[in-house]
């Protein structure tokens, strides 16, 4: 087994090529092995990987070098004053995933041509950091040209500012150039997704700075969970004051919850593990909700326990991927069960329904991915078929409710099925990847060997 040491002061990163997933006891029933009693795989993948295309061409033709595409007017959309390229560096490691060379070629070279980061302009650190920062990392261990590790150093420098809260938790908000910082009150979503990425850049720069600010900002939240080791959903960066004490694991405090596990394995580190074993079992303690309609998992207050919420939805379903990653597959494979219950509830799953009457709260979907990576979880760990049918049967519903002429669309209310003027940069970077890599049998990414970040930019372990 290859092992990389990366030495930093006080830690010791190890990276297993095969890794914590591998090393799983799993048997897979023979029955479970073959799909071709289904559908053919390969197909299926084809399939996605032309939609992939379809979308990807009309967010060239109407919206080159801009942050995103609005479907239905073909204009183009920047977050902020100047484009951050959000699409095309969201969607580079897709291209490669799929074989699309020509079309990783042009965004490679638009990369580099027109990204700078030295502008006088105010971002959301989490939302920069997951999708550009984390998918110029990407796009280094994929492709090999170090100008992605430069540009994503660069970027790093400029978000970590962030960090410089009296407590070491980062503000939600900072200026590229100028560094000023603002939103002190956040949540554990955006103080706690760091992690991975600043991780990353430590292993390739031998720089322990960005791995250690990331830890920090980690210890800090996690120390401000309950007695009863629930976490806030909202929280002051400034003085770690609580400014809403409800618990769960959806919005908010999601990718906080993916981290602590993720970042255990990633970087083999034995302080996230022991603030995972405990976060785990409260949320199976005081969040999940088994009832006759499936497991479930609501809101509760995070001193007391107490249920105060039944509400659940798209964003959620990411936690059937991190049980399973996590090793509880029964777990896993019951929420899975009600992921897809929700999906095909209205034929594509809304924002939020409430699970204890199953009636819609929240109609949109801005073509999130969280279902697709369940499943696509589910099946690597089990090879069950079950995943795959359930996988072709959200994406068929996906072409059939959001496709449009020039690419793909949101859904205002999928009980309407009323398209919106919305494309997000994650449908190309996590939405068809998964569906892709479900499908996909040429096994030119080994799940043992990689770790996803929340934005699905697979890093190398």
Partial sequence: MKIN????????????????LAAQNRTIPEAARDASDIFNRREMAEKVKAEF????????????????????SCKPH??????????????????????LVDEA?????????????????????????????????????????????????????????????PTGMPY??????????????????EIGTYLVEYGILSKHTGNPVYYQTAMKAMKALYALRSPINLTAE???????????????????????????????????DTTLAAMWTPTLEAANRYLADPRDNGLWYGQADMNSGERTGTVYGSLDAFYAGTLAMAGDLKQAARLQESNFRMWMLNGI???????????????????????FEGAYYLYQYTHDVRYLRIGKSMFDNLVKYCR????????????????????????????????????????KLDFNKVIFNTEAHPYLR
């Fill in 404 to 443: 449009n002429d020039v690419a793909y669309a949101a859904l205002k209310d999928v009980r309407t099925k009323e398209k919106r003027d919305y494309m997000e940069s994650f449908f190309f970077a996590e939405t068809l990847k998964y569906a892709y890599l479900l499908f996909d049998d040429s096994e």
């Fill in 105 to 165: 070629a042009e965004v490679k070279e638009l990369i580099f041509k027109e990204l700078d980061f030295d502008v006088d302009m105010e971002v959301q650190n989490f939302e920069v950091s997951i999708r550009i920062f984390a998918g110029l990392l990407s796009a280094y261990e994929m492709d090999g040209d170090k100008r992605f590790l430069v540009l994503a150093e660069d970027l790093a420098k400029r978000l970590i500012k962030a960090f410089g809260s």
């Fill in 5 to 20: 040491r990366i030495f930093l002061p006080g830690i010791i990163f190890i990276f297993f090529a095969s890794g914590f």
């Fill in 53 to 72: 295309l379809h979308a990807w061409t009309g967010y060239k033709t109407y919206a080159w070098g801009y942050d995103a595409l609005q479907p239905l």
């Fill in 234 to 268: 909202g929280i002051n960066v400034e003085t770690g004051a609580v400014t809403n004490p409800v618990s769960h694991i959806s919005g908010c405090i999601d990718s906080y919850l993916e981290y602590m596990l993720k970042g255990s394995i990633l970087f083999n």
């Fill in 172 to 189: 939600r908000f900072v200026n590229l150039k100028t560094g000023a910082v603002s939103g002190p009150v956040s949540n554990p979503a």
């Fill in 349 to 371: 799953e809304p924002e939020s329904m409430n699970y204890s009457t199953m009636e819609v709260e929240n109609g949109s979907y801005i073509l999130r991915p969280e279902n």
């Fill in 78 to 99: 920047n977050w902020y004053k100047k484009s951050l390229l959000m699409t095309p560096v969201d969607a580079f490691d897709t291209m490669i995933l799929m074989g």
